[in-house]
């Protein structure tokens, strides 16, 4: 314990004195530049932790520590103008460096193997800095097709693929048993999932959403067969090119397509295949019957639009995971959430751009949502007839708020308060959905 707390002491003087360095250097270095130095440094010591600290626990308290440290040269005026400025001198709001300390710690006390954890933090260390500084620096095509959306360039997206690819790939080969074809597959899933972590990230978040994404796919994979691994690989081309015919028809942007890909994968990573059904035909049909005009397409939507319309699905799948008992029914709820947002985009669609009028864009967003994900939806599950009927209930109840929505802000301006008063209505809905599911008696309704 002794030699824990002295470690810890170590660790902590070496990020005041890496903080103090970048501020003395500062004149020669960019923001940027002193704000990665500070991440490599840190990181580098990160990735020792595995093997000089013996108890879990030191690491928790050193991460309060550090983060107390952190905020502390928030908080404090003198020091935020003075040494903090070598931390917090880009121009963007960003707890990024917070983030990465809790991200540490909580990969720390979930791995199981010294691999498991080296990789998450190795690509968070390596691979996001590298991206940033060649981006900065030689990025020269933005990905970013919104004002919304912060700057991405594909030189940087690219060298952060190739860092992270090896940055899993070098661990694998050498820490595991694991045979080399599973490896590359493996690394590969690993840099794409991370690239796309990445592309969409903001206000620093990738720091924290990076590891313990990176952490839950090696979790995943690292025991499937060669057989299972080719098929989720496949699975992974499958939805880029589902995502390429959608950009081309739709009017989302390329950021978005990496959300979608992200949203997918993470998907089939936590549940399976039945999982991302309701979400390819969302994505599939929500652009079709009606085709896109070209007034349409040039009221482009940013990634915003993708997280909006998976948010409430995904943290369904999320609490199936602690609550496997009711997966079936959260799995309904997970759909629900997907035909509340088809019908209320459709009829949102057929109202602004179509000209319909608001019983007959109601009554199309509701069989739209029925044929493509309620039937669907209830044929996976072989959901009871009352069952399948407070489904419809339920989507039926969501097409008043759209009528209201639609009335209270315009839709051809869609924007965050938008998106979060259609996130908040969904919801809502499912929750109550989902409760009255499992209150109701209706958990063995559903097999």
Known sequence: MIWDFTVSLGILALLGGVIVFAKRFSARLTPEGSR?????????????????????LTVVLLGIAAIGFLLF??????????????????????????????AIVIVFLLHQSAFEYIIPIAILTFADSTAALVGTNYGRHNMAGHDQEATKSREGSTMFFIVAFICALV???????????????????????????????RHGNDNILLPLLTYSILRYNIYQSLQTMLI?????????????????????????????????????????????????????????????KAEEKKMIQSYKVIECNTIVGVICLYISVFLPLYRDVLYISFSLSFAVHLAINTYSRLLNFEKMGIAASAAFGMAKAVVFI???????????????????????????????????????????????????????????FTVVMITGGFVYAVS
């Open 36 to 56: 990665k130095t500070i991440h490599v440094t840190m990181g580098c010591a990160a990735l020792s932790l595995p093997f000089i600290i013996e108890y879990r």
């Open 73 to 102: 040269l928030r908080i404090h005026k003198g020091l935020r103008q003075g040494l903090g400025t070598a931390l917090l001198g880009v121009d963007r709001k960003s707890l990024g460096d917070v983030y990465f300390v809790v």
């Open 171 to 201: 661990p694998l080969q050498l820490m595991t048993e694991i045979g080399r074809a599973e490896v590359l597959l493996i690394s590969a899933l690993i840099g794409i999932v991370a690239v796309g972590i990445e592309v969409v990230s």
């Open 232 to 292: 989720n690989f496949g699975i992974m081309l499958l939805l880029s090119l589902v995502v390429l015919v959608v950009y081309k028809m739709t009017n989302i942007t390329r950021l978005s397509m990496a959300y979608s890909l992200l949203v997918g994968y993470v998907v089939m990573v936590i549940g399976d295949f039945m999982w991302v059904i309701p979400i390819l035909t969302l994505f599939l049909t929500f652009g079709v019957l009606p085709m896109m």
């Open 374 to 432: 309620a039937l669907p939806a209830a044929a996976i599950t072989t959901m009871a007839p009352a069952v399948f009927w407070i489904f419809i209930a339920f989507l039926a109840l969501s097409m008043p708020f759209a009528v209201h929505l639609n009335k209270k802000y315009d839709y051809k301006n869609v924007g965050d308060i938008t998106f979060n008063a259609n996130k908040i209505m969904v919801g809502i809905l499912t929750a109550v």
